[in-house]
């Protein structure tokens, strides 16, 4: 009687120090954060709807990377040139 008592609270003990633990880890379900869509950005930031994206009109990495991402240096930026637009870098993780 003793030994089968003894055996379920080992057993009990190792689910609860299991399922303790898992809920330390990595939050499940997380998903990394796309890049927006080119119709995204020009609802947020096409001022005079154009349907274009004028340097004046985008704000952050778009205005900072504008030159490189116009590449037939027309002003703007089309969904195209947004397509084949270089990725920004990784920021490095500090742990």
Known sequence: MKSS????VVIVFGIALF??????GQPQGKE???PPTFEQLLKEMD????????KDEVKGPLKDEFTKID???DGFIS?????????????????
């Open 32 to 34: 990394r954060k796309k």
């Open 5 to 8: 008592t003894l055996k379920t």
């Open 79 to 95: 969904e195209e040139e947004l397509k084949k637009a270089p990725k920004p870098k990784r920021k490095e993780r500090n742990e």
């Open 19 to 24: 399922m303790s633990n898992s809920s330390f």
């Open 47 to 54: 001022a005079n709807e154009d349907g274009k994206l004028s």
């Open 71 to 73: 590449t037939d240096e």
